[in-house]
């Protein structure tokens, strides 16, 4: 284990330039909240003050038809309105967070994906909701979405939706192959030769454009590129025998021809899934939903299952995407939006109609279980309970998977080396000694100690 020289620190705001976009700077590591362990209560006296005081706060999300859930809350306490606000998406409402921490004028709520949490939590830009009431919240919630935002003794957000891995497949074009579903990769790389010959499809797609797919890999197999101690201390670790089974793996499938390497989510990526290029997407827990929509013509034609594994007497999966939804740090109405929070993420009925009506998978353990969720039909899939098969995959994700403080940075950096190199079918291990590289070089940049191990 090395420990690599700390860089020259730079401001929060600094611009790294990546690609066609800039991305703000983390800044330098700050310990403020990080080792306060007691914290005062807030009295249901003073919370219910709040909440019969005529008050406004605002809420950034871009969760389709959330403001359902904002009238459920409205209806309870009808002193307090909240005015919601859609950025254009995560990444947009991201660069507007920052900005607007800077001027301080700060919305009251705003939802964050998991993997960029610690970078707010770092810049102390969201609150520790600990003397609000949800410490003891912890076991409601599927153990990865709670440890993504239980961390540095603080609770920084609540989590609300979540993106277990698993594998939707075109029955036709397997059956047409004469493949079973495959259990483990061993039998996923026979099934890929076999399809291919058969039909010419390509039993799925790796892409270059996102490093959700891959990491997610790299969490089922155990591997943890990624630590941070909340403080200063980064840990690199992308040369472990378990992330290099998994890049090798995959490189031979690619060199092989076996799976495209196209970018997903695209127009052209919509079109290949629709016309029968792929015979499986190894998709999140949104992905059956969204391929309902990119793909009608195919309705009847897929089902439902856990990805394959590296050991079937074990199962295990990764994340792709959940988010929490937070307080601002400078909110003037704290006491109010963690109330809100609290309600969007652990009410059944706000739970319950964002994964039945909204189609986002829940993270409540409740509602994750409740027949209407668990039992849900979808004659997309022939009537299959898809929402159960996800829940199950929910419970096989180790709750152990940490994110880099700057996750902007770690994204657009991987677009660059290793997914430019999936995408183009080169050297990915060389490609993953170049991202490791520059996410050593950036992190000393920013004021981090970096290990490498």
């Known amino acids: 284990m090395t420990v690599m020289r700390r860089g020259t620190v730079l401001t929060f705001g600094a611009l790294a330039a990546t690609s066609a976009m800039m991305l703000v700077g983390c800044g330098a590591p700050s310990t403020s909240g990080a080792t306060d362990t007691t914290v005062e209560p807030v009295s249901q006296a003073d919370i219910d003050k709040a909440l019969d005081t005529p008050t406004t706060i605002e809420f950034w999300s871009w969760v389709p038809d959330i403001q359902n859930q904002i009238d459920m809350f409205e209806d309870l306490h009808p002193n307090i309105t909240v005015k919601l606000s859609n950025q254009g998406g995560a990444t947009a409402q991201y660069q507007k967070l920052r900005a607007a921490t800077k001027s301080g004028d700060v919305p009251d709520v705003v939802q964050i994906e998991y993997s960029f949490l610690p970078s707010f939590v770092l810049t102390d830009s969201v609150l520790d909701l600990r003397p609000y009431g949800v410490a003891d919240l912890s076991d409601q919630f599927v153990d990865s979405a709670w440890t993504s935002v239980a961390m540095n003794d603080g609770v920084w957000g609540l989590p609300q939706d979540l993106g277990p891995t698993g594998q939707l497949y075109r029955t036709d074009i397997f059956e047409k192959a004469g493949v079973e579903v495959p259990d483990t990769w061993d039998e996923y790389a026979e099934a890929a030769q076999k399809i291919k010959d058969e039909t010419g499809a390509y039993i799925s797609d790796l892409p270059g454009n996102s490093f959700s797919p891959i990491l997610a890999l790299l969490w089922q197999n155990g591997a943890r590129p990624f630590q941070f101690d909340g403080d200063k201390t980064v840990t690199i670790d992308l040369e472990s025998e378990k992330v290099t089974d998994v890049i090798d793996y995959w490189d031979n499938l690619i060199r092989r021809d076996l799976v495209d390497t196209a970018p997903q989510l695209d127009d052209n990526w919509y079109q290949s899934v629709a016309s029968g290029k792929y015979a499986s997407w190894l998709a999140a827990a949104w992905g059956p939903t969204f391929l309902q929509?990119?793909?009608?013509?195919?309705?009847?034609?897929?089902?439902?299952?856990?990805?394959?594994?590296?050991?079937?007497?074990?199962?295990?999966?990764?994340?792709?995407?959940?988010?929490?939804?937070?307080?601002?740090?400078?909110?003037?109405?704290?006491?109010?939006?963690?109330?809100?929070?609290?309600?969007?993420?652990?009410?059944?009925?706000?739970?319950?109609?964002?994964?039945?009506?909204?189609?986002?998978?829940?993270?409540?353990?409740?509602?994750?279980?409740?027949?209407?969720?668990?039992?849900?039909?979808?004659?997309?899939?022939n009537g299959q309970k898809v929402n159960g098969v996800f829940a199950d995959i929910s419970e096989t994700v180790a709750a152990d998977w940490q994110w880099l403080p700057y996750n902007d940075f770690a994204s657009s950096s991987f677009k660059e080396t290793l997914g430019a190199a999936i995408t183009e079918k080169g050297d990915l291990r060389a490609a993953l000694e170049e991202w490791k590289t520059e996410l050593v070089e950036y992190g000393e940049s920013q004021g981090f100690t970096v290990v490498t191990e």
């Open 293 to 381: 929509g990119t793909a009608a013509d195919t309705a009847g034609l897929w089902q439902a299952s856990p990805m394959p594994q590296w050991d079937a007497s074990a199962p295990a999966s990764g994340n792709q995407g959940g988010s929490a939804v937070a307080v601002t740090s400078d909110s003037d109405a704290k006491i109010v939006a963690a109330e809100f929070v609290k309600f969007l993420t652990t009410d059944q009925k706000s739970t319950g109609t964002l994964a039945t009506e909204q189609f986002i998978f829940p993270s409540l353990k409740a509602t994750l279980d409740s027949s209407d969720v668990r039992d849900q039909e979808l004659d997309f899939y």
